[in-house]
């Protein structure tokens, strides 16, 4: 690393960047994007929209069309419903107003990295509570953890990253009902399977739900991701955001998307049933080990040390991503077309039987 001539904040010197690898590979099955292009009908309205969204001006700062759209798909009040640059700024915005020195948030892991980066960023203390495989939440755990430490936000992620499991409803319950502070529903993957907390919104009002566009509506591209809460909470996180933080292009393609719904999900069921088959066919490979997953990736284990068979795939053009560091022998691979989903097993099955002989 280069030498900076003026440090940054103490509690961020030892984090490091986001930095999942983006290398150009034939085969890329590694950040759990869709691998389809967003449908024709989509793109070209984008297009006749772009060139007529007066760019000259500002957005629409309160996003009205995007959020009475999005409420109208949850029969929830557009008041409760806060759209943003990929989920991941939802997720900010919330530990910015909810967050920071004094406060904590509880993670349970092995899940999604992010919740703990972007908590250490804004200055929230994180309560880590590791769950044991196959990595189901059990209730009781959850409401131990929240009455010990009494974070100001809890996350569950369902379908939980990397693993792939779908948690129990009653986790996210047994959380809102031990503790005062916010609890976090990450269903980034919720539209591929697992139940989801929106259920719970006319019930508990310290409860969001953070969704994306990035996974099954095929526009990680575009980010943009939204939260779902009791309209006080999306007035309270509102301090923390910045004036006309979504671009009129991105309100526009949420918007068409929106429109098109569809079509935009159409390919779900396609994945859905991939995934089920690449799951199938990777268990016929010896020494593989499948997690169930309900989300469009598979969390999988091999004997073969798990940086060693990432590597060896990446060499061969298939680019998965290695969470051997978090959770041994483990890599996890995005459910891609039937053709990348093909290479990628085959892929698998030569340098396994390459690495034994
Ligand atoms: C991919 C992912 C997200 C998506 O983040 P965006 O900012 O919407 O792209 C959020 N949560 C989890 C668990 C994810 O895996």
């Not at 953890?145 to 499991?165: D, H, K, L, Y």
């Not at 919720?190 to 259920?199: I, N, R, V």
């Not at 809460?229 to 918007?255: D, F, G, K, M």
């Not at 997690?291 to 091999?302: D, E, G, H, I, K």
């Amino acid at each position: 690393m280069t030498e900076r001539p003026y440090e940054i904040r103490d509690n961020l010197r030892a984090i490091p960047p986001y930095r999942a690898p983006q290398a150009d590979a034939p085969v890329r099955l590694n950040t759990n994007e869709s691998p389809y292009a967003p449908p024709d009908a989509v793109l070209k309205e984008l297009g006749e929209r772009i060139v007529n969204a007066g760019l000259n001006r500002y957005p629409d700062r309160d996003a009205a069309a995007l959020r009475a759209a999005l409420g109208a798909r949850f029969s929830w009040p557009s008041a409760g419903v806060w759209p943003a640059n990929g989920s991941n700024e939802v997720i900010q915005t919330v530990l910015l107003a909810f967050g920071g020195p004094g406060r904590r948030a509880v993670v349970f892991e092995p899940t999604y990295g992010m919740h703990t980066h972007i908590a250490h960023v804004t200055g929230t203390d994180v309560v880590s509570v590791t769950i044991p495989e196959p990595w189901v939440l059990d209730p009781n755990a959850v409401a131990d953890a929240v009455r010990e430490s009494e974070p100001a936000v809890t996350f569950i992620c369902s379908p939980n990253n990397p693993t792939g499991t779908a948690q129990p409803l009653a986790a996210v319950a047994a959380a809102l009902e031990s503790g005062p502070g916010i609890v976090l529903s990450d269903e980034a993957y919720g539209e591929f399977g697992g139940e989801s907390a929106t259920t719970f919104l006319g019930k508990y009002d310290r409860l969001g739900i953070v969704r994306s566009f990035s996974k099954s509506w095929r526009l990680a591209g575009a980010r943009l991701g939204y939260l779902l809460a009791h309209p006080w909470l999306v007035e309270a996180i509102q301090v923390a955001r910045l004036p006309y933080h979504l671009s009129a292009l991105s309100q526009a393609c949420a918007e068409i998307a929106i429109k098109h719904a569809p079509q935009s999900l159409a390919a779900i069921d396609e994945i859905i049933a991939e995934r089920d088959r690449l799951a199938k066919e990777m268990e016929r490979v010896p020494g593989v080990e499948v997690f169930p997953s309900a989300a469009n990736f598979l969390l999988f284990r091999t004997s073969i040390e798990g940086t060693k068979l990432w590597k060896s795939l990446a060499d061969a053009g298939v680019l998965v991503r290695d969470f051997s560091t978090m959770i041994p022998g483990c890599l996890r691979v995005t459910v891609g077309t039937a053709d990348q989903n093909l290479t990628f097993v085959e892929t698998l099955r030569r340098v396994l039987t390459d690495a034994r002989t």
